[in-house]
């Protein structure tokens, strides 16, 4: 967790930084409710973030609802036109807190998104420097993809796309960590002979010879 927390921090710092910006926030994403839960921030009003969760969400024209139908990773909340009644009552929230601007940042992989970056106020200039912009999106998603609860949950939509059982994820995770045979037995509360037999079901529905090339296999997928 103390990782995890470091990791966040500097992305928030690395991009408040790079955009002159007042402010930043991270944000974990649930697909399956369409929502976003803001995790960390810096310099971030408090009033915002309550009343994000509570209130404002469903209104924002950049929330997560809007980032999966567009398959986006960044946008400007001032590149949306005010031509709903929502979108007009959040940019009036926003700008009673002095927030003129929200950057947004979206990482993606293998069609999930797992988490986002919003940066308050960013300098003028800076922000519409797209290559620039390009180049900080790349610098935060690998700073940000080497947490481990999202690197797990990478390898688990793979896992779910070939149709793995929840026993032979729960094995993979393990053969990952260098489990031998008889740690996974003990591990799993199952027979060292089920586990052979569940391991090379993994290797038939992965194409992969062997626990090495499974091992690199998932590691690639990061």
Not at 120 to 146: G, R
Not at 153 to 172: F, G, H, P, S
Request: glycine letters at 2%; aromatic letters at 10%.
């Amino acid at each position: 967790m103390l990782k995890e927390n470091l990791i966040i921090e500097n992305s928030l710092l690395l991009a408040k930084n790079y955009l002159d910006a007042e402010g930043a926030m991270f944000y974990w994403i649930d697909e399956d409710q369409r929502k976003a839960q803001i995790h960390h921030n810096i310099e971030a009003p408090k009033e915002f973030i309550h009343k994000y969760h509570h209130h404002f969400q469903d209104c924002d024209p950049l929330n997560v609802d809007y980032f999966l139908k567009s398959h986006d990773n960044m946008n400007y909340l001032n590149s949306i036109p005010d031509t709903t009644l929502d979108i007009h009552r959040y940019k009036t929230f926003t700008a009673d807190l002095n927030i003129n601007e929200i950057f947004e940042v979206v990482f993606w992989e293998n069609d999930h998104a797992f988490a986002g970056i919003a940066i308050t106020n960013p300098n003028e200039e800076k922000k519409k420097d797209l290559t620039s912009n390009q180049a900080l999106y790349n610098i935060l998603k690998t700073n940000i993809f080497n947490i481990e609860g999202i690197k797990n949950k990478v390898i688990a939509n793979y896992l779910d796309q070939a149709a793995l059982t929840y026993r032979e994820k729960q094995l993979c995770f393990l053969i990952l960590k260098g489990y031998a045979n008889q740690d996974i037995s003990e591990q799993m509360g199952i027979s060292v002979g089920t586990v052979k037999i569940n391991t090379n079901r993994i290797f038939e529905k992965l194409d992969v010879p062997n626990r090495l090339a499974l091992t690199v296999l998932l590691n690639q997928l990061i």
